[in-house]
């Protein structure tokens, strides 16, 4: 039986997505459907969901879960940077909310032949596209020690980046790595015993992040996703690391300066303790919440969204 993910911020998310009411609601990271499965019990039957994943597993269990909603629920595999061109053949009518939910679900960390989970022997993967061709076994194989230091410090934000970018680099001419097991082992003998569930963590974030170009998905996926929003429209953003919730801060806080939304929650809302303690995923999350006032006419920059050595400099960190 696979694991069933707990949806963070449920109620909180789902009734401030359907606060202004809509017909039309895209999920852009349905996963196993949690999130899917209460905002059509919440809604009447003329509402549709359209749920977008990459990951054609987590969709097959939510068609399962989310059968009983029949032709309400619309579910489509790819990627959410595609959002436009993959709900185009659906012809939906406009779209009045639009959720991300970021990261891998607990689906993920507990099927050990995806590779996500350090403490889990799989083979060295981490794709949610099963399509794609890149792995983190190639990553591990291939990158240079300079591109492997720059991963684990920008997207992993780890301390120990430049010895482990060495120490990986030396010992795959003599054994390359194959398991999750092989690297996680490899980095505990490299670092301090105290220092290796973080660094696990941060090494194994770092790399799930190259392999599926997270960041870069998410600006160009955020920036479809409030295109395709009707004016008065919400998009809601979970996220549960600080550098998917600074991109994702970034370029709201850039489109609130054009006069082109309000930000419904503009401290972001943050899991109970209750909900902390029952679930530890949701302990880093928070809760973005826009409402669309205008259209984007001029040209959005990109570059330095998410920019974090600029960012650091400037003090700009929540
Ligand atoms: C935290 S889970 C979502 C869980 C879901 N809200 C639920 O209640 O079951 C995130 C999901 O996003 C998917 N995902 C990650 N990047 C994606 C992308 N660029 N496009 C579409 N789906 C993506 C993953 O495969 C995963 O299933």
Redesign the pocket.
């Known amino acids: 039986m696979p694991t069933?993910?707990?949806?963070?911020l449920?109620k909180e998310t789902i009734e401030v997505l359907l606060a202004d009411g809509g017909k039309t609601y895209i999920?852009?990271?349905?996963?196993?459907?949690?999130?899917?499965?209460e905002l059509l019990s919440q809604t009447p039957q003329d509402v549709i969901v359209i749920g977008?994943?990459?990951?054609e597993q987590?969709l097959e269990v939510?068609k399962k879960r989310l059968k009983t909603f029949g032709e309400r629920v619309k579910l489509v595999r790819?990627?959410?940077?595609e959002i436009d061109e993959l709900i185009k053949p659906l012809k939906p009518g406009p779209v009045s909310g639009i959720?991300f939910?970021?990261?891998?679900?607990s689906?993920?960390l507990d099927e050990s032949d995806r590779g996500f989970s350090f403490r889990e022997d799989g083979p060295l993967d981490m794709r949610?596209?099963r399509l794609q061709d890149f792995t983190a076994e190639e990553l591990i194989d291939t990158f240079s020690q300079e591109a492997l230091l720059d991963i684990f410090k920008k997207f992993g934000e780890e301390k120990w980046s430049r010895r482990l970018s060495r120490v990986i680099v030396e010992q795959r001419k003599r054994k390359p790595f194959k398991t999750t097991v092989d690297i996680s082992d490899f980095i505990r003998r490299n670092i301090p015993r105290r220092a290796a569930h973080k660094t696990l963590a941060r090494i194994f974030q770092a790399i799930r992040i190259m392999v599926?170009n997270?960041l870069e998905?998410?600006k160009t996926?955020l920036l479809k996703a409030f295109n395709l929003l009707e004016i008065e429209g919400r998009i809601a953003v979970?996220t549960?690391h600080s550098l998917e919730d600074r991109i994702t801060k970034n370029l709201f806080r850039t489109l609130k300066k054009a006069g082109l939304l309000v930000a419904i929650n503009p401290r972001c809302a943050r899991p109970s303790k209750a909900e902390r303690m029952k679930n530890r995923r949701s302990r880093s999350a928070r809760l973005r919440v826009i409402k669309k006032l205008g259209e984007i006419t001029g040209e959005i920059t990109l570059e330095g969204m998410g920019d974090l050595e600029a960012e650091e400099k400037s003090g700009e960190n929540d």
């Open positions: 069933i993910h707990i949806p963070v449920l999920d852009c990271t349905v996963g196993t459907g949690g999130h899917s499965l977008i994943d990459k990951d987590s939510a790819g990627g959410y940077e959720l939910d970021l990261g891998m679900s689906f993920h949610f596209d599926n997270e998905n998410l996926g979970l549960y």
